[in-house]
């Protein structure tokens, strides 16, 4: 698999001067921090999006701040934990401030720990300063004091404390689209998140264990190079499969159960998230056919809609008109599937929205509508998810008996390009026959 990418220090300066261009106030952004989980033991360690996306510096509790001067120019600062051998030893090599200049573009870096004291220098003639208040109330406070102790002891020249202005609009508004660069990094992840379904659907068997089947899954992301999951897998087998963000995937499977897996493998700082459902025993049974021939129609009519000017409250109503009509020929609905959809008697079965933006965050920045109400039309370099579904419980009496207990979800990660959309993970099946000859090896 692909290791190489062409993002690194000159795509994050130029990230950082489009966004202080727009900002028009110095960027003080802070990383993310490691978390305890119990014991000594914390949590895994993921990067701050929108820190990654700014300066790549990898490493927990480090600060980033960049200041805009003449002509365009800026000057960037890291703050990172310092090289510490006895440390080191036990976590493994720092950057120090010497990779921070030298490997991530930093013009000057300093220990974390000198934060304050070159933020209280370097700040003294801040007008405005662009950080997003309310996350770190002890952060917050440090700030505002000491801007508030600068503004009693200054001279008289009538100069406030700076204003601030949330920078995280502004960077939504970047990250929103993907340049080709970060395309390239979400087919590799696209790729990734691919070989691990497919692998589930060839090795999956009645008597297994979901978590059998997540752990094959998550072997095949990280050993073709995915440093973690985007989120946590969802193996649903049966009736787990009505339970939206099912993550406890320890049933023991049974012959004419499907199993419906949501999982994404992070490539790059950015996350697949793709759901398929597929027969344990290898085949379909014909209420299982007629649920999932409704969902699969659904899909392939939301995909195709996908282009520039169109927009996630169009294909919304879409999706709820052909899964509506699926209701009514199942029967588990009676009437007319225009007024059923406006009535919302979708709802029981089919209760999320078509979808969402995709990128580093699996639910990725990005509006959907804008300040007025009006849906935001798609452009190229978007990217978002396409993921119907029909969740039919097993104790549902309103739901024909053959049908009771099936739950199925389809979901793609779709490009929006200038001529239409190209399906990142179009590589993984999902037509019935395609699905049963993978199930079948
Ligand atoms: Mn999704």
Redesign the pocket.
Known sequence: MKTSSSVGPLTWKERRSRLLGKLKAPLLLRGATQILRNGDVHFSFRQNSDFFYLCGFPEPNSILLAIPGKSGNHRTILFVPPRNPQREVWDGKREGVRGATRNFGADEAYPIQEFWKVFKEVSQDFDRLAYALGKDAEFDQKLLQLFGQRYLGRPRDNRGIPSMVDPRPFINEMRWIKTPAEIELMQVASDITACGHKVAMALTRPGMFEYEVQAEVEAVFRSEGSPRVGYDSIVASGNNANTLHYVQNNRKMRRGDLLLI?A?AEYGGYSG???RTFPVSGSFTEAQKAVYRVVLRCQKKCVRAVRPGYDFARLNKMAQLELTKGLVELGVLKGDYKKLREKEAFKPWYMHGI??W?GMD??DVGPYSSKDGKPCSFRPGMVL?V?PGLYLPANDKRVPKEFRGIGIRI?DDVLVTRSGNRVLTADIPKEIAEIEDLCNP
Do not use: K
Request: proline residues 0%; aromatic residues 0%; negative net charge.
């Open positions: 949501d994404g998230d793709v759901t979808g969402h995709l699996v639910h998810t993921e979901e």
